[in-house]
């Protein structure tokens, strides 16, 4: 079992910068590929990036590739999603998952096995 927390959402202007945490706590943590997914109001939970058990691979959606990074500190349990340069249609609920296979990337939500609660992220214009 592994139970994910997301902090670090909030309001910004566009342009700004966020820093995404996802603390997992669970024995087996750090075995998990993890991604972050996002749903907007009226839309289906989105694909935004993964990366794999070590944080040698990652994968990311053509909307967020080169502003966002993500990253994962396992002796801290963390995963991180790096937001640069947002734009208003980066508002949405931001969520972290865990993927028992830990060199897949799946882009699917159906693939995650554990999810977060989310964290709102608002992009004013």
Do not use: H
Request: overall charge neutral; some cysteine.
């Amino acid at each position: 079992q592994v139970q994910l927390v997301e902090s670090g959402g909030g309001l910004v202007q566009a342009g700004a910068s966020l820093r995404l945490s996802c603390a997992a706590s669970g024995r087996t943590a750090g075995n998990y590929a993890m991604g972050w997914f996002r749903q907007a109001p009226g839309k289906e939970r989105a694909f935004v990036a993964a990366v794999n058990w070590s944080g040698g691979s990652t994968a990311y959606s053509d909307s967020v590739k080169g502003r966002f990074t993500i990253s994962r500190d396992n002796a801290k349990n963390t995963v991180y999603l790096q937001m640069n340069s947002l734009k208003f249609e980066d508002t949405a609920v931001y969520y972290c998952a865990a993927d028992r296979n830990p060199d897949k990337l799946p882009p699917i939500p159906d693939e995650y096995e554990y999810w977060g609660q989310g964290t709102q992220v608002t992009v004013s214009s």
